[in-house]
């Protein structure tokens, strides 16, 4: 391409715009390769914002969900319970919502390729709505159940179309934070569920829930389908009115949706993939390699002892020895986990991924064992005798937030969003159903083998595992987790395909080498 040719481009806006400074001191305009749209280019962000918003109110539910037997349980153990269960009961009652979970995530990922992003998150509601209304009518623990596994169901389906959503209906600079409104999600709906478990009966509580989705399935009528989806069905039409309603009508459209076509028809996405396409496609390393490093990730991040600490918080502060109202400590912890997630939120677009990352890894390691050593030293001032009164009750309620405050500013955040981020379009619906339901799979086996646990190396012996996992974890993010702030989904996948190298490029630079002509002849580069 000429120098011409180039600049002609840069005017007509197919090509947005980069300001540098040659050798000679001569300030010159240069095309952004990356496809990066300047300040001046960005669509209004509060469409964004509000579409992102409405795409993830379901996952509000899986808050509810999660916090949903932590204050359930004691009610059901109370001696006045209309439905008395024992505490093998109670694990199942924490646990079975994660069994419905996984087969959520995976019809969940065929739909969104099948029938589009936004009917599969209409669709999603529907079992929440019938599951709360189950537990909220039980008579038996059965029933309680049944409504688990719906409620389950309903939360794993949500789960990836929410994310996925998000980071197709918004651009690079404004996608890490918005991501990050499903973990927002999860923990407002963790702290509206201690809040009002608290003051209410499980009864109501199940009644009040069954509301959010109902609000997620009315207002997601009004939401536009995401303009990647269109274009790979080949509606580029239908694609030009999206980005309208996504960016404003101000906004270069015809720029954005030539790239989606041009990006589709390199990947072959446009392209109806047949069964056996699918599993290339799946087992292609820009599918399989993201696909590790995220069900990994999940891993080693639920093993770190999170959804112990959400799933039994109540008992967890009533068994830590501390002279607080356990039921004071569930709601202020569940208000930290919210105010850090909107914290992490803003983190991740200032620090990236891989360093909120290493602060959970190495904080949850820390908290979990220094909650694991008081135990053992409680254990055993409670065998002395005569017994010792326990000293520094605080500590553990210490270890329990600073446990919950470095788990959420990485673990719970990072990892969904980077389900939106990583995994090549054509495919990115079922493997993203995939990796939620990989995710989910761990929640079951953490939160159900958690009274195991603690009766095989006692509860002390628990936490100190958990401490070890999150360090050996935190090895494996420094080597294998790469670095996504800031770049487009196009990029990221060119990279795990192999058609680009790294993704550390700075794209200033990129843009300078691929347009040399327009700067100084005689050295071809940028001034310092």
């Known amino acids: 391409?000429?120098?011409?040719?180039?600049?002609?481009?840069?005017?007509?806006?197919?090509?947005?715009?980069?300001?540098?400074?040659?050798?000679?001191?001569v300030t010159m305009t240069l095309p952004n390769v990356e496809g990066q749209p300047s300040k001046s280019e960005r669509g209004k962000a509060l469409r964004q914002v509000i579409a992102a918003f409405v795409a993830n109110i379901g996952t509000i539910n899986t808050g509810l969900i999660f916090?949903?037997?932590?204050?359930?349980?004691?009610?059901?153990?109370?001696?006045?319970?209309?439905?008395?269960?024992?505490?093998?009961?109670?694990?199942?009652?924490?646990?079975?919502?994660?069994?419905?979970?996984?087969?959520?995530?995976?019809?969940?990922?065929?739909?969104?390729?099948?029938?589009?992003?936004?009917?599969?998150?209409?669709?999603?509601?529907?079992?929440?709505?019938?599951g709360w209304i189950v537990i909220a009518c039980a008579t038996n623990v059965d029933m309680i159940y049944a409504g688990r596994v719906l409620t389950g169901f309903g939360s794993g389906m949500v789960g990836a179309p929410a994310r996925v959503y998000t980071s197709e209906v918004t651009q690079p600079h404004l996608r890490g934070m918005l991501c990050a409104l499903a973990?927002?999600?999860?923990?407002?709906?963790?702290?509206?569920?201690?809040t009002l478990g608290?003051?209410?009966?499980?009864?109501?509580?199940?009644a009040i829930s069954a509301s959010v989705p109902v609000v997620a399935f009315v207002l997601m009528l009004f939401?536009?389908?995401?303009?990647?989806?269109?274009?790979t069905k080949n509606k580029p039409d239908q694609a030009m009115k999206s980005l309208a309603k996504l960016r404003g009508s101000t906004y270069n459209l015809e720029r954005e949706v030539t790239q989606l076509q041009t990006f589709a028809q390199k990947s072959n996405q446009k392209k109806k993939l047949t069964t056996k396409e699918t599993i290339q496609a799946l087992l292609h390393p820009s599918c399989l390699k993201p696909f590790g490093i995220l069900s990994l990730?999940?891993?080693?991040?639920?093993?770190?002892?999170?959804?112990?600490?959400?799933?039994?918080?109540?008992?967890?502060?009533?068994?830590?020895?501390?002279?607080?109202?356990?039921?004071?400590?569930?709601?202020?912890?569940?208000?930290?986990?919210?105010?850090?997630?909107?914290?992490?939120?803003?983190l991740l677009r200032r620090c990236g991924r891989r360093p909120l990352t290493f602060i959970s890894g190495i904080g949850c390691g820390v908290t979990?064992?220094?909650?694991?050593?008081?135990?053992?030293?409680?254990?055993?001032?409670?065998?002395?005798?005569?017994?010792i009164e326990p000293t520094a009750t605080w500590f553990p309620v210490a270890c329990i937030f600073i446990f919950t405050i470095t788990c959420t500013l990485g673990f719970l955040v990072v990892p969904w969003v980077m389900i939106g981020e990583l995994y090549p379009m054509k495919v990115r619906g079922i493997v993203?159903?995939?990796?939620?339901?990989?995710?989910?799979?761990?929640?079951?086996?953490?939160?159900?083998?958690?009274?195991?646990?603690?009766?095989?190396?006692?509860?002390?012996?628990?936490?100190?595992?958990?401490?070890?996992?999150?360090?050996v974890g935190t090895v494996f993010f420094y080597l294998c987790l790469p670095e996504t702030k800031g770049k487009t989904l196009q990029e990221i996948e060119d990279y795990f395909s192999g058609r680009t190298k790294t993704l550390k490029k700075s794209k200033q630079l990129e843009a300078t080498t691929a347009a040399p002509q327009l700067l100084a002849p005689e050295k071809n580069k940028l001034l310092p």
């Open 1 to 25: 391409m000429t120098g011409k040719e180039t600049s002609a481009l840069v005017d007509k806006g197919a090509l947005p715009k980069i300001v540098a400074t040659n050798e000679k001191g």
């Open 432 to 471: 993203g159903g995939f990796t939620t339901c990989m995710a989910h799979i761990c929640v079951f086996i953490v939160v159900k083998t958690y009274p195991v646990l603690a009766h095989l190396l006692e509860r002390h012996g628990a936490f100190i595992l958990y401490g070890c996992i999150s360090f």
């Open 223 to 231: 939401m536009p389908e995401t303009p990647n989806y269109l274009v």
């Open 297 to 346: 990730y999940f891993m080693m991040y639920q093993f770190s002892g999170v959804n112990t600490i959400t799933f039994y918080a109540v008992e967890i502060f009533r068994d830590s020895g501390t002279t607080m109202d356990k039921y004071t400590c569930t709601i202020m912890l569940g208000l930290v986990r919210l105010i850090f997630t909107i914290i992490a939120a803003i």
């Open 67 to 130: 916090g949903f037997s932590a204050v359930v349980i004691p009610q059901l153990q109370a001696a006045d319970t209309l439905i008395p269960v024992d505490e093998s009961q109670s694990s199942w009652v924490a646990s079975l919502s994660a069994i419905g979970t996984p087969i959520g995530c995976l019809l969940s990922g065929y739909m969104m390729d099948t029938i589009g992003r936004k009917k599969a998150l209409l669709l999603t509601e529907i079992p929440l709505i019938i």
């Open 198 to 206: 608290a003051f209410t009966s499980w009864k109501t509580l199940s």
């Open 183 to 194: 973990s927002t999600g999860i923990s407002l709906g963790v702290l509206l569920q201690y």
């Open 368 to 387: 979990m064992i220094g909650l694991g050593t008081y135990l053992y030293f409680k254990k055993s001032w409670e065998e002395a005798d005569p017994p």
